[in-house]
């Protein structure tokens, strides 16, 4: 479950990445929708299922509150998913 967590977690920090610094300035700039539309619902998808396995192994990992904040906030900030895999996942695989 770790492994595909981790995948989860490189697939929803790319999309966010893909969102935020090519599909909304294409938006904005020259009024081309087409990319936002495209990435948004994987994105969607992506960050709940994001959410639902950091919940699901907290219990598993035995992650305390702070850790699991962390965690959690990441999905928020752009690169987060990425530290989390290098700092709090990769050393439990």
Known sequence: ML???RIIA???GVSY???L???TPLK???GN???VKMLGMP???LFVAYIAFAIFLRATYKWNNKTFGIILLAS???FGTFYIDKKYLKPLV
């Open 3 to 5: 492994n595909f967590f």
């Open 10 to 12: 490189f697939l929803e």
């Open 17 to 19: 990445i893909l969102l």
């Open 21 to 23: 610094f090519i599909a």
């Open 28 to 30: 904005h700039f020259s």
């Open 33 to 35: 929708e087409q990319y």
């Open 43 to 45: 994105h969607g998808l």
């Open 76 to 78: 928020l900030l752009p």
